[in-house]
C-alpha cells in the first residue's frame, strides 16, 4: 500500500512539475548514458561546500538546468520509475539551491 502510495506521488509530482522542452544541453548516447552523467553532475554540485553566496547561486542555474534535463528525459521514459525519482531527486537539489541563494540576498 505505502509502495502504491508513493509510486502515484512521485507520479503525480512528475507530470505537474517536469517540463517537457527545457533548450538544455544537447547530450549525446543513450537516456541511460545522459542520465548517468546528470546524475554525476548533480550529485558534484551538491557536495560543493562553498559558503559564498556567488558561488551558491552560480550552482544553482546549473543544478535547475540539469534537473530540467533529467526531467526532459524522464518524460520520455514515463514507464521507467527510477528515471521518475531521479527527475524528483534532481527538483529537489533545483529547490534547495534555490532556498541557499535566496537567503542569502535578503
Known sequence: M???LLASLAASLFLLACPKN???PNLG???DEKM???SAQLE???TKTSTECSDTCDLKSKVCKLS???CEIAGRNADRAEY???CVTAQEE???FNEGCSTCRK
Open 2 to 4: 505505502n509502495r502504491l
Open 22 to 24: 527545457t533548450g538544455g
Open 29 to 31: 548516447g543513450s537516456d
Open 36 to 38: 548517468d552523467m546528470l
Open 44 to 46: 558534484e554540485y551538491r
Open 68 to 70: 530540467d534535463t533529467v
Open 84 to 86: 521518475q525519482k531521479r
Open 94 to 96: 533545483c529547490a534547495k
